[in-house]
């Protein structure tokens, strides 16, 4: 199992700032076979990146994502109201399919 | 649009077979070429794909849950289901289905709003 830590577990930061958000594989991600998705309280969660880089349809340009092998980053690069939420990254390179175990970015 | 949406029972005692359902409307999950899956969180914890499944009867489940996981299609009323087998308070999570952004894709674009299943006696 391609086991996902993220970090930190938690960020502050005030608006208009820019978040930078880690994601470590334990093995390499095939292809560069990993996603980001957002999720707010009592909502399913949302896909934002895959592919490594690619944005999802409707999602704004201050989301970023980079990284390959096991190293990834997701970049906001100015933080809206409404983009303080859990973050988790997916590898979908290999079975199981899993999860990291996400990060907080909250208003500082 | 697809849209998704859980239902099945809140409760289930310690032991019992979690029943949910998934039903989807806007497309046809017999004639796209997508497989459907579920996904769980326990309370305020992260997330953990449970299992897939296509059309075609082709299933993948993950290992920690493999050997209590059945994921089936009811192509007449255009729904999924799961059934997790011997349950205990280690189950307790909301369950989501979703289906992925393209065939293979195993990443998701569409999701239920989630339902919360409790094991307790």
């Known amino acids: 199992e391609n086991v996902l830590a993220q970090s930190p577990g938690t960020l502050s930061l005030s608006p208009g700032e820019r978040a930078t958000l880690s994601c470590r594989a334990s093995?390499?991600?095939?292809?560069?076979?990993l996603a980001w998705y957002q999720q707010k309280p009592g909502q399913a969660p949302r896909l934002l990146i895959y592919?490594?880089?690619s944005r999802a349809t409707g999602i704004p340009d201050r989301f970023s994502g980079s990284g390959s092998g096991t190293d990834f980053t997701l970049t906001i690069s100015r933080l809206e109201p409404e983009d303080f939420a859990v973050y988790y990254c997916q590898q979908y390179g290999t079975f199981p399919l899993t999860f990291g175990g996400g990060t907080k970015v909250e208003i500082k | 649009q697809v849209q998704l949406q859980e239902s099945g029972p809140g409760l289930v005692k310690p032991s019992q077979t979690l029943s949910l359902t998934c039903t989807v409307s806007?497309?046809?999950?017999?004639?796209?070429?997508?497989?459907w899956s579920w996904i769980r969180q326990p309370a305020g914890k992260g997330l953990e794909w449970i299992g897939r499944?296509?059309?075609?009867?082709?299933?993948n489940y993950n290992p920690s849950l493999e050997s209590r996981v059945t994921i089936s299609l009811d192509t007449s009323k255009n729904q999924f289901s799961l059934k997790l087998s011997s349950v205990t308070a280690a189950d307790t999570a909301v369950y989501f289905c979703a289906r992925e952004v393209g065939r293979g894709s195993n990443f998701w674009n569409y999701w239920g709003q989630g339902t919360l299943v409790t094991v307790s006696s």
């Open positions: 499944m296509y059309a075609s009867g082709s299933t």
């Open positions: 592919g490594a880089s």
């Open positions: 806007g497309g046809s999950i017999s004639s796209g070429s997508y497989y």
């Open positions: 093995q390499s991600v095939s292809s560069s076979f």
